[in-house]
């Protein structure tokens, strides 16, 4: 679980810095085909703007999914850049928030659909024969037929 920020704290032009490393296990992710595996680091900070939450946030760390080509599991780093959340005082039920829910999102925005082990199968030869063009007679069944003219 990512720190509390307690926005009474944050008053009078205070900043609350996040630095934290989290189990894989806080992504809450169950899938076969999609696995967190390693710890996640995320960094930013949080600040009032006016009567809004404003927190910045980055986070990176790898996860595992089956490689497009040969289908074995493959591990890919992920990272979400710097991004700015804004928090409406609305959305916030007590002087506190967590902003672990933002961290998951981005995280899971940033998994790739589809990936290779390596950067680059090496099953990948293998499929070549597969996906090269054949020349095909073309058949157009209909290009004999004319078309009457609407009135």
Request: aromatic share 6%; glycine share 4%.
């Amino acid at each position: 679980m990512l720190d509390v920020i307690y926005i009474d704290r944050l008053k009078s032009g205070k900043t609350h810095e996040i630095d934290q490393k989290l189990p894989a296990a806080f992504m809450e992710v169950e899938e076969a085909e999609l696995k967190f595996e390693c710890p996640i680091a995320v960094k930013g900070r949080a600040y009032l703007s006016g009567d809004h939450l404003v927190i910045d946030l980055e986070a990176h760390t790898k996860v595992k999914l089956p490689c497009a080509i040969c289908n074995k599991m493959t591990v890919v780093p992920i990272k979400t850049g710097k991004a700015t959340y804004t928090v409406a005082p609305e959305e916030i039920k007590s002087a506190a928030y967590k902003p672990d829910s933002l961290v998951r999102e981005a995280l899971l925005l940033e998994v790739p659909m589809l990936a290779e082990c390596q950067g680059k199968c090496p099953e990948r030869e293998l499929l070549k024969p597969l996906l090269e063009k054949e020349e095909h007679d073309l058949c157009f069944p209909f290009s004999e037929l004319k078309l009457e003219e609407e009135s």
